[in-house]
């Protein structure tokens, strides 16, 4: 039996940090310029149309919880630990670990991007929090 081996063409999960203008931490996704599909992580090719035109695409900062679980037995993580699938609305569904009580998530709920500051090495520097309800287009907090 062979050891699994990561796809060759994943371009490692990457956070584009926030700005100091007050501007959310999102993720780096990928998009390909030949067919338009979106991908996170990014990927050098295509897995649509194996095109090889994939440029970088901010993703997030928030999305909306499609499912997720907490997990009470790991042999590489502290546990209980809560991950979940979040729906961006650039168009991928990322699995992510989720931060805080996980009876405060609910399913098609929004979720918002934060820098991990629970993880080590091993873990993304990202995760999701819940949020609170989108508002409207220019309206203020």
Known sequence: MSEPRPLADLIPPEVVAPAHDGQPARLLGGECR??????FPRRA???RCLGQDVVALPLGPRGTLYAHTTVHV?????????IGYVDLPEGPRVLASLHGDPASYR???PVSLVIDTEGGDDRPGWAFVPAGPARPEGEQS
């Open 34 to 39: 030949e067919c338009g599909t979106r991908t």
């Open 45 to 47: 090719t295509c897995p």
């Open 74 to 82: 790991s042999a590489t993580r502290p546990v209980p630990y809560t």
């Open 107 to 109: 399913h098609d709920e």
